[in-house]
């Protein structure tokens, strides 16, 4: 077992990883020894996908305030965002952009040269800024080449965690298989960063890059870590059929209609005040709605969907501001949306909850820290605003990394490692994962999880479909103890890898079934059609899921209330 060690672990180069790599870097003046640990190559993260902005207040004198966005943003959540956290956040959030102006991010621009916004779903002013409709791809840039004025970091690309190594309650550092050397690693630091992204490949019919299973989420509820509120899945409305790749919320914002087969725009009907731009668990609501009676059109594979209509908006306006939208289209469907309408539905995009963390990103365990999508800091609540998460990513990622500076400076001890879980740890992935035959096809389990997942926690969700869905997750975990990896070599082994990865995302299929199996009321992007109501008596709680040996421990804990109190949620 090859053994390294620094002061401090990243796990994950997305833009939470990366921005809290820079402020590590910048506030020990490139004294703390970082070590950034990638399971696909360092920029293949899934924030390059980001299309269409980042929110953030930039214009006061226009009209707008770090209050509104505030209020935007808890009105959203259905009320179960904690405020102290949204005040944080929305304060911090138009530094990010200043940030990444100055290192270098071509932000979209007006004609008087200021940086340009647009309007995003549940939001009262234009807030999100962007470059075109790439800007993730920008932020992981500008983030990365900052990086590059330093030389205190190591990077472990292709290197897939497997688990937490703990010591005395605390995290010794990470275990994990080097793909490109086929060995089996401890990385040690005295500090540990998670920033893994989300699981959004708990569906079938998703945004998300291939990778993004929720290995981070998945180890520290294997390690005793809380899940928050893991029920809380968004739905984007706008999923191109029948691939899944997103049209990005931007598509709405310069402009786009929803169509039914009528060719009428139904959000009129749903959210007369905001339309199309309400926020996405409305959209996607209204959208299977009109679906489910008949306004929709027959699709591939049961996928029936709606239209995006953009064709008013003109080739002028389209090129310059959704470019990648269009050649998508073209490339995927052959169709061009400057003349034709494009076949979306509601589709699986986001993960509101997450690993339990306080306002600064810390965990319960002393020298742990999370950011981006891996964590919950409750700051999206029951439903996520579009162009709040990248912001929350840069945020966090800058809190965190700032904290962990600080922890540095204290100098804390090095754990010891813990050998003997390691050497368990390791004959898991190498000796019973890999050396199992048993009938089963663990690729043939990932996918009917996920058609499970879309079929039992989609976007309208009921008691009884939500009971058969944990029972049918039970019977994929006992099927996948009969599994056969067939490729037995050691070097880049990605049947290995998706194993492992179909075993975090069961562990997490089953937190988010229990969860909202227990959530008896409708809020945000968790609809019961059995509990149709909010129901702030009961539930104005977040969910708490503790692993126990047999089926998950669910509790709540209040949402700190500061500023408003929950009242009708109408747009
Ligand atoms: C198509 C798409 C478009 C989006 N557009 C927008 C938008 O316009 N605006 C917005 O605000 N939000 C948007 N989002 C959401 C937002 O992009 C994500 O929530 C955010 O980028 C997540 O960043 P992250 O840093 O948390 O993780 P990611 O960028 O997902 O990075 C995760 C990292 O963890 C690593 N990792 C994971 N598991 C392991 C393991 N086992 N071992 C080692 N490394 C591991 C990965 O290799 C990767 O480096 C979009 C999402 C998608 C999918």
């Not at 009907?269 to 668990?281: I, N, V």
Request: aromatic fraction near 8%; hydrophobic fraction near 35%.
């Amino acid at each position: 077992m090859r053994k390294v060690v620094h002061d401090v672990l990243i796990m994950g180069s997305g833009l939470a990883g990366l921005r809290a790599a820079v402020e590590i870097s910048m506030r020990s003046r490139g004294a703390a020894n970082i070590g950034i640990v990638s399971k696909v190559q360092i920029m293949r993260s899934h924030s390059v996908c980001a299309e269409g902005g980042t929110g953030a207040v930039m214009r006061p004198e226009e009209g707008d305030s770090l209050e509104l966005h505030a209020w935007d943003t808890v009105k959203g959540s259905d009320f179960l965002a904690d405020q102290d956290v949204v005040d944080r956040f929305v304060q911090a959030s138009p530094n990010e952009i200043r940030l990444l102006e100055h290192w270098g991010v071509p932000w979209s621009r007006r004609e008087d040269g200021r940086i340009m916004q647009r309007p995003f779903g549940g939001h009262s002013f234009p807030r999100a800024c962007m470059a075109a409709d790439k800007t993730g791809f920008f932020e992981m840039q500008a983030l990365y080449d900052t990086l590059l004025k330093y030389t205190n970091f190591k990077r472990y690309d292709e290197c897939f965690v497997t688990s937490l190594a703990l010591e005395g309650g605390r995290v010794a550092g990470l275990t994990a298989y080097d793909l490109g050397g086929g060995e089996f690693m401890l990385l040690q630091a005295k500090a540990l960063l998670i920033a893994s992204g989300g699981l959004g490949n708990l569906y079938g019919f998703t945004t998300y890059s291939q990778t993004v299973t929720g290995d981070g989420q998945a180890m520290a509820y294997r390690a005793g870590l809380a899940l928050e509120d893991p029920e809380f899945l968004q739905f984007h409305p706008t999923g191109l059929v029948p691939s899944g790749i997103l049209m990005t919320e931007g598509c709405r914002g310069e402009g786009g209609y929803l169509r039914n087969r009528d060719g009428e725009r139904f959000m009129g009907k749903y959210a007369p005040k905001m339309m199309e731009l309400a926020p996405r668990d409305i959209v996607s609501r209204s959208e299977t709605t009109e679906i489910l009676e008949g306004r929709g059109y027959p699709g591939p594979g049961g996928l029936d969907y709606v239209h995006l209509d953009l064709t008013h908006l003109g080739a002028e306006r389209i090129n310059k501001r959704l470019p990648l939208i269009r050649e998508v289209c073209m490339n995927f469907l052959g169709i061009d949306p400057i003349t034709q309408k494009i076949p979306i539905r509601p589709v699986a995009h986001y993960s509101m909850g997450g690993i339990e963390a306080d306002i600064d990103g810390r965990s319960k365990m002393e020298n742990l820290w999370v950011a981006g999508e891996a964590a919950c800091h409750s700051l999206h609540g029951a439903n996520r605003l579009g162009c709040n998460s990248t912001a929350e990513c840069l945020v966090w990622g800058g809190i965190t990394g700032g904290e962990i500076a600080r922890y540095l400076q204290l100098d804390p001890a090095l754990s010891a490692a813990p050998e003997a879980a390691l050497r368990e740890e390791e004959s898991r992935v190498f000796g019973d994962m890999l050396q199992r035959s048993g009938p089963e096809n663990p690729a043939k389990i990932r996918r009917e999880l996920q058609v499970l997942m879309d079929q039992h926690a989609g976007v309208y969700r009921d008691g009884e479909s939500l009971q058969q869905g944990l029972q049918k997750v039970g019977e994929l975990k006992q099927r996948f103890g009969q599994i056969t990896i067939h490729d037995k070599s050691r070097v880049y082994n990605t049947d290995l890898t998706q194993a492992l990865e179909t075993e975090n995302m069961l562990d997490l299929a089953e937190a988010l079934l229990a969860a909202a199996l227990a959530r008896k009321e409708s809020r945000g992007a968790h609809s019961r059609l059995d509990f149709p109501k909010r129901d702030d008596g009961h539930f104005l709680g977040h969910t708490i899921v503790h692993r126990t040996g047999s089926a998950p421990k669910i509790e709540y804990k209040p949402v700190r209330i500061t500023n408003w109190e929950p009242v009708e949620r109408k747009y």
